[in-house]
């Protein structure tokens, strides 16, 4: 059974850091793409930033020069690395990749459970 868990919300003063974690688990043969999404309350899901195998990313235009993502193709893990937090960055933050399965070589794509950040002004 494939698994994506995040880690690493929380509480954070406006200006302030705060990083998620992610850790892929499973039958994995293969991850492609790995990406952070965000939804806030009322509003849809969007993605906040992906990085793909070699390591070429892409950031929504509202969180650039402030949030860093990074993975461990090793670990099979993701990070976003978030700074100069604003409260409209407050969210539950969804860790999302696509995986190709060492069972079936199928791909598919995952997503985690979410964990809450909450920036407070």
């Known amino acids: 059974q494939m698994q994506l868990v995040e880690s690493g919300g929380g509480l954070v003063q406006a200006g302030g850091s705060l990083k998620v974690s992610c850790a892929a688990s499973?039958?994995?043969?293969?991850?492609?793409?790995m990406a952070w999404y965000r939804q806030a309350p009322g509003k849809e899901r969007e993605l906040v930033a992906r990085?793909?195998?070699?390591?070429?990313?892409n950031y929504a235009d509202s969180v650039k020069g402030r949030f860093s993502i990074s993975r461990d193709n090793a670990k099979n893990t993701v990070d976003l690395q978030m700074n100069s937090l604003k409260p409209e960055d407050t969210a539950n933050y969804y860790c999302?990749?696509?995986?190709?399965?060492?069972?079936?070589?199928?791909?598919?794509?995952?997503w985690g459970q979410g964990t809450q950040v909450t920036v407070s002004s």
């Open positions: 999302n990749a696509g995986i190709w399965s060492s069972l079936d070589y199928v791909w598919r794509e995952y």
């Open positions: 499973g039958s994995i043969a293969r991850i492609g793409s």
């Open positions: 990085i793909i195998n070699s390591g070429s990313t």
